[in-house]
């Protein structure tokens, strides 16, 4: 089956169409692919995609970690990750770090500049791709959306 996001805004529209050709290429480690969705990712507005495929992160790891997560537990996600990309593609490791912690809300300082929109678009993926396992990523997405138009309407 496939979401056509049509439901969704313009802007997040495109945010989940390239989101989705990321993961996927990551997936099947189609580098040509990745670059494309790369590409296309990072010309959009890097807060709103930080925030969904943020909000896709977290999940997975609350998932996983139902009872709280440790320093060791984002240690050992970190790592594997990492070790995971690093197959097929250069990774940055410190890149990994801010994507995880600013998922869940840990920020050293509050005057860190953001992630440039070509490191997000980069990361996040193989990020999202490790965590996944055999995971649908458009359910996961369908959620983060709902997750973000529930706090907007709230605050």
């Known amino acids: ?79 594997h990750a990492v070790r995971a990309a690093a197959t097929w593609r250069d990774v940055d490791p410190q890149v990994m770090v801010v994507l995880l912690v600013g998922a869940l809300g840990i920020h050293e300082t509050d005057e860190e500049a953001p992630l440039p929109p070509r490191a997000l678009a980069e990361h996040a993926p193989l990020l999202i791709d490790d965590l996944l396992a055999e995971r649908s990523f458009a359910a996961l997405l369908t959620r983060a959306f709902a997750e973000i138009e529930r706090a907007e309407i709230n605050d």
Do not use: C, F
């Not at 802007?11 to 993961?23: Q, S, T």
């Open 1 to 79: 089956m496939t979401t056509t996001w049509r439901h969704l805004p313009p802007a997040a529209r495109a945010i989940a169409n390239a989101a989705v050709a990321a993961v996927e290429a990551a997936r099947s480690k189609d580098a040509e692919a990745y670059d494309e969705a790369v590409e296309k990712l990072a010309a959009l507005d890097s807060e709103q995609t930080g925030r969904v495929l943020g909000a896709v992160v977290r999940t997975l790891l609350e998932e996983r970690h139902p009872d709280g997560l440790d320093g060791d537990d984002i240690r050992a996600a970190l790592e």
